[in-house]
């Protein structure tokens, strides 16, 4: 039993581990800026929205660019293939950079890209019998995404740091600028 165990806790391999630390990070700062909204700037909560539509493009980029990373035969096709999806995202996200009037979403879908692919590129390109394991993860990923939104727009979730002072210290999200330039 304790053997078992043992080879069950060497069975993660460093790549993961590593890959996983700015997903950690990010957390923190999530946790942060939730019970101490302003730690890192006025606006942060506005940004943190931003990111979480960032998140949303690279959930559904994760399915697309598994294929790209499993099917090509040559690197450089699979490179290519990456860099092609990557900058077709790209676009989608310059739009929600449009919308919300700042370019910085497109610095943050590549480094959240990067930090999906970190563990592939840190290890072996994946294989088509790896391809149900990975669609299964981003299944997963979409599922707890889909799901935890549902969740903190509909359940009574602490306020913590994040008052109704803090929130209309904000500047306006897309849906709203139309209105506030009206003055309703």
Same mark, same amino acid.
């Given at each position: 039993?304790? @053997? ?11 790549? %993961?581990? #590593? ?23 006025? %606006? ?5 929205? =931003? ?8 959930? %559904? ?14 690197? #450089? ?5 990456? #860099? ?6 790209? #676009? ?5 950079? =449009? ?23 840190? /290890?072996?390109?994946? %294989?088509?019998?790896? =391809?149900?394991?990975?669609?299964? /993860?981003? @299944? ?12 903190? @727009? ?5 306020? =913590? ?21 009206? /003055?309703?």
């Amino acid at each position: 039993m304790a @053997a078992s165990a043992a080879s069950a806790v060497r069975a993660v391999p460093w790549a %993961h581990l #590593i890959a996983a630390i700015p997903d950690f990070g990010l957390a923190g700062f999530f946790a942060i800026s939730w019970v101490a909204p302003y730690a890192f700037g006025d %606006h942060m909560l506005s940004r943190l929205e =931003l990111m979480m539509l960032m998140e949303f493009i690279i959930l %559904h980029s994760s399915a697309f660019l598994a294929c790209a990373m499993t099917f090509p035969k040559l690197p #450089i096709l699979r490179i290519g293939a990456l #860099i092609g999806l990557g900058l077709l995202y790209t #676009i989608f996200v310059g739009v929600f950079s =449009l919308s919300f009037h700042t370019w910085w979403p497109i610095a943050s879908f590549w480094v959240l890209l990067s930090n999906r692919m970190l563990a592939i590129v840190m /290890g072996k390109a994946p %294989h088509e019998r790896d =391809l149900d394991f990975i669609i299964l /993860g981003w @299944a997963v990923g979409v599922a707890c995404y889909l799901g935890y939104a549902l969740l903190t @727009a509909t359940a009574n979730i602490p306020r =913590l740091g994040v008052s109704l002072a803090v929130q209309q210290a904000q500047p306006p999200s897309v849906g709203d600028y139309g209105r506030s330039s009206r /003055g309703g």
